[in-house]
């Protein structure tokens, strides 16, 4: 393959430039015989591989090959467990390499920031640490295989409604603290091959031509140098989207696009050597990842294991009274649900895999010794309740010792290209969950769904187990977990609330068709039930084991470099497992608002039944910092935090004050804007405070006793109310700002 570099491709046409920086077609971009380039397949996508042969879309309508369909990202995030995430981007990239794939549409790291947004199930949390931390280590695996990444979709893509058109509007600090923070991390750590823009606006602007978000804040203050490339369609002006600092337009537009920019070259609108840079981004893409050949083959028994351990491994145990699970082998089981028989396993549209082998939750229990009895209860396409399923299951209940029933979410109301207008499972699932809980008390709930949903029936039934969409091998794992096969381990990566009308964005959220209006600012997810300090069905880290967990010992050190903590995690039960344990950080040095708690690391430990392990989480500057508009810079501030230890965001065993000396100390000037309880205090401005001569204005005021706060609640510039003159203060000012 030729050197690509910029002088060759200062030596290609006009015509042949403006040719390789739209797409061939849906996944291929342009190749040029002539010039001995080649081109390479792109494809979706992040729980899968969709690869189509013919009849190519962007809706997963169409057939593509064989393939793991793997647990969706709203289920692999909650396995808290960055190594899993990296080996799951292991065999994303293999499978893609066998089948000559060179980019994979994925990870999505948007966050969550409704439970009604359609897309959910694809993407990570709705907390940026947990998203970056999950993303980077899912774009090292996949690239260790040799396989280029498409991290998506940038930026602020948080519903489907309108999402070619609406305009998400946020301020600067919420974007960047919120909404830019996991792509960040990802581009700043795991230099991922290529970044895939949104649909949608921001602030007005689309991403696809946004200069902006781009080029000035992920080239030049990131220092991204892959290749951005359009989410499929989203290119309204070609032209546009080039000066922006967007290298490829895909799936193209043929012939249209490349008339437009000879056109705009020509016409002198759009520089060639901003035409150069992206033709160079393409190439390099192409030579860094197209595959010569390859052998088509692959271990998909092996990468079929891997998906049913990483499902389980994540799958989350929410509530279980009376340890009414796991299942005793002499346990009689009623399974109900028709969603056990056909699963909800994978999400809709462009992340939709056709499985190499689905094994759902009934086979895995049939295939088992225990002794079973199936009842289907309702039918999943329909929400009105078939009064003789609702017969057949209420007495396979009351003739069982358990009963579990499959819930969910139907897919024709969860999926990319549109948003849910509920957060409701369908009334006949609802009704008979409450009907089978009135014949036997050991109800266990396994939920298949995309995203948090209400449960209004909980408090009736023992156990809850959440599923989501846990890929090809969900019957074996959600069987594993039922079973005790595998301790469960998994911890929420979203807040599950008790209603919608208690979520931060509800009655704004997909409301305008225009325009998307990021109200609640930073206060996303947990960072809102927090502030507002509203209880909620289960918190964002929750999760419970078949064991138990003991922490203690928790020590803090501090210098100017970082903040290192320590503390031991005992397994206090008697069987084996895993425990997420999560560390949030409370600022109570910044003079901004903060949230409660932010989760700034986590980590994954297995301990034998009695072991006890020293966890060592080390903290650096990122971790306490928020963003500061005014400077257009991180910030972080000196002074008193509280590091929390905890087993979710409100299960918190240990706790301690921590003072910070990783801050620059930056000094604001002192102005007549000043209040005068920043100044009435500190020993070093006295001198300037005597000599100006305010003095006494300012002792008269510290030492009135009633109205104490009043008056220190004032500018300085105000002293002049209460008898000191303006030459005072200016020389005061003029003093101190020497
Ligand atoms: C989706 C992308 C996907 C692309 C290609 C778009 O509709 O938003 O996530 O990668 O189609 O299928």
Request: with cysteine; hydrophobic share 40%; net charge negative.
């Amino acid at each position: 393959m030729a050197k690509f570099n910029l002088s060759f491709v200062q030596g290609l046409k006009l015509a042949e430039k403006a040719a390789l920086v739209s797409g061939k077609n849906f996944w291929f971009t342009a190749g040029n015989a002539d010039k001995n380039i080649p081109k390479i397949m792109v494809t979706d996508g992040p729980s899968g591989l969709r690869k189509q042969a013919d009849d190519a879309d962007a809706l997963g309508l169409n057939q593509s090959v064989q393939a793991i369909s793997f647990p969706s990202s709203a289920l692999t995030a909650s396995s808290f467990n960055t190594n899993m995430l990296y080996q799951l981007g292991q065999h994303l990239g293999e499978a893609a390499k066998a089948e000559q794939v060179s980019v994979l549409l994925g990870p999505g790291v948007n966050i969550k920031r409704s439970p009604l947004a359609g897309r959910n199930f694809e993407y990570f949390s709705e907390d940026p640490y947990l998203s970056g931390e999950m993303g980077a280590a899912y774009v090292n695996g996949v690239q260790q295989q040799g396989v280029g990444v498409s991290v998506k979709h940038f930026a602020a893509n948080n519903r489907e409604s309108q999402r070619f058109t609406s305009s998400s509007n946020i301020d600067e600090r919420t974007l960047r603290e919120v909404y830019l923070a996991a792509f960040e991390k990802i581009v700043k750590t795991s230099q991922p091959a290529t970044l895939m823009c949104s649909y949608n606006a921001i602030n007005g602007v689309l991403s696809s031509q946004n200069y902006r978000l781009l080029t000035q804040i992920l080239r030049h203050e990131w220092g991204f140098t892959g290749l951005v490339m359009s989410d499929w369609g989203a290119v309204a002006d070609n032209i546009a989207a080039l000066k922006a600092g967007l290298d490829l337009e895909m799936p193209g537009n043929g012939d249209y696009s490349v008339k437009q920019i000879i056109a705009a070259v020509k016409s002198g609108e759009l520089e060639e050597s901003v035409l150069d840079t992206a033709v160079l981004r393409v190439l390099q893409l192409v030579e860094k990842y197209h595959i010569e050949t390859t052998s088509g083959e692959y271990d998909k028994e092996e990468q079929h294991a891997f998906a049913r351990q990483m499902a389980a491994d994540s799958m989350v145990l929410l509530k279980n009274e009376q340890q009414v699970l796991p299942l005793k082998a002499t346990d009689k089981v009623a399974i109900i649900g028709e969603l056990a028989q056909k699963p909800r396993y994978q999400g809709g549209g462009s992340s939709h895999v056709n499985p190499y082998k689905l094994v759902t939750p009934l086979a895995a229990a049939q295939a088992s010794q225990q002794d079973i009895n199936y009842a289907a209860g309702y039918h999943i396409d329909q929400s009105q309740a078939d009064e003789q399923l609702v017969a057949s299951a209420l007495i396979a209940a009351k003739a069982s010792d358990k009963v579990v029933v499959f819930a969910g979410v139907p897919e024709r109301d969860e999926s990319e290209g549109f948003d849910k207008t509920t957060i409701d499972l369908p009334e006949n699932q609802t009704d008979l969950i409450n009907q089978l809980a009135t014949v036997n008390k050991n109800i266990i709930v396994v939920l298949q769904n995309g995203s948090a949903i209400t449960m209004p029936w909980q408090d009736k039934v023992a156990g809850i187990v959440e599923t989501y969409l846990a890929g090809e091998a969900v019957g074996e794992a959600t069987w594993d977990i039922l079973t005790g096969a595998v301790n469960p381990s998994g911890k929420l990566a979203e807040t599950f609330p008790i209603r919608l009308s208690d979520t931060p964005t509800y009655g704004t959220f997909a409301v305008s068709r225009r325009e998307e209006n990021y109200h609640e600012g930073i206060f996303v997810g947990y960072r809102y039930y927090d502030v507002k300090d509203r209880d909620v069905n289960y918190p964002f880290g929750h999760g419970l084991s078949y064991t138990s967990f003991k922490y203690d010992d928790l020590v803090i050190d501090s210098d100017s470099q970082k903040v290192q903590v320590t503390f031991n995690v005992t397994n206090t039960g008697d069987l084996a497992g895993q425990e997420a344990v999560q560390l949030y950080v409370n600022n109570l040095a910044s003079d901004v608002e903060t949230p409660v708690n932010a989760l700034q690391a986590f980590e994954k430990v297995t301990l034998a039944p009695g072991e006890t392990k020293q966890i060592q989480l080390v903290l650096g500057r990122r971790q306490f910092a928020w963003y500061d508009v005014k400077r257009q810079a991180w910030t972080v501030d000196n002074g008193d935090y509280v590091i929390n230890i905890g087993s979710s965001s409100r299960d918190i065993r240990l706790s301690q004050h921590v003072a910070v000396k990783l801050g620059a100390n930056i000094s604001q000037p002192i102005t007549s804007e000043t209040y005068i309880s920043e100044v009435i205090n500190r020993t070093d401005l006295r001198p300037a405070i005597e000599e100006s001569g305010l003095s006494e204005s300012l002792d008269m005021i510290a030492n009135v006793e009633d109205n104490q706060e009043l008056l220190a609640n004032m500018p300085m510039r105000a002293v002049v109310m209460l008898g000191a003159d303006i030459e005072q203060l200016n020389k005061f000012l003029a003093l101190v700002n020497k």
